[in-house]
């Protein structure tokens, strides 16, 4: 674990330079993947570094979580309230019973966030999707996905956590249920059907009963084009 930390810093250190970049911010969501990104983001840049917590509609314990880890590594950090964004815009669109549709736009007001304050700062964005849910598309294209690097994008969510506990992340925040914070009550594990270690042990070995096989399968085959650039006709 000591090891992949210092590739992962020193990673995130060429990436950002060779960019003429000084630095990298984040989003501070409360989840074990953000925590990480956040330390392995203040070791790279120290003070040149932002974790930004945007709550929109968001349940109050994922913010507390979030300041709980800015506060223990010393991660450089702003407050930014996208709850009246969000109700405004919403309000112009047509009504819809689409709750997916909604909380997407969540993702994507927190997108549009991180490159504002990447383009004050002369910042990348650093995202926190991990292979798990790259693989089988559990991100918001444009929103989550829209980032510039992806420092846990080759780690399975069980390296993931392993990385945290290394790095002393809190263990409620390493141990709480994975969530997108896009509803109330909602986790990544009941939107995706399966678990992670189910997940996990797919991309490593093929093994799953019949039935996560076929449900793993094809949502990576409906999030293919999420994982390419917009696709162009051959002629």
């Known amino acids: 674990m000591e090891k992949l930390y210092k590739s992962l810093v020193g990673w995130l250190r ?36 932002l974790g930004l917590i945007m709550p929109c509609h968001s349940d109050p314990k994922d913010e507390e979580d979030a300041l709980m880890v ?28 689409n709750k997916k549709a909604l909380a997407n736009i969540k993702s994507r007001l927190r997108m549009i966030t991180l490159y504002y ?12 999707g991990n292979r798990s849910e790259l693989t089988v598309g559990y991100f918001t294209k444009y929103g989550d996905g829209g980032v510039d690097l992806l420092p846990l994008g080759n780690l399975i969510k069980s390296q993931v956590r392993e990385l945290a506990r290394f790095l002393k992340i809190p263990k409620e925040i390493v141990d709480k249920p994975p969530t997108a914070g896009l509803w109330e009550g909602q986790t990544d594990e009941s939107e995706m059907g399966l678990t992670y270690n189910q997940l996990d042990e797919y991309i490593l070995t093929g093994k799953a009963s019949r039935e ?24």
């Open 14 to 49: 060429e990436k950002v330079y060779e960019a003429n970049a000084k630095g990298a911010v984040f989003g501070l969501s409360g989840g074990i993947d953000s925590a990480v990104v956040g330390v392995l983001c203040k070791k790279a840049f120290e003070d040149d570094c």
């Open 70 to 97: 800015a506060e223990k590594f010393g991660i450089p950090y702003k407050k930014i309230i996208l709850d009246e964004v969000f109700d405004k815009f919403a309000a112009i669109l047509d009504k819809t019973e």
């Open 117 to 128: 304050y990447a383009a004050l700062n002369n910042f990348l964005v650093v995202g926190t």
């Open 212 to 235: 996560i096989e076929e449900k793993i399968n094809a949502m990576i085959k409906s999030s293919e084009h999420k994982r390419i650039l917009p696709l162009k006709p051959p002629f």
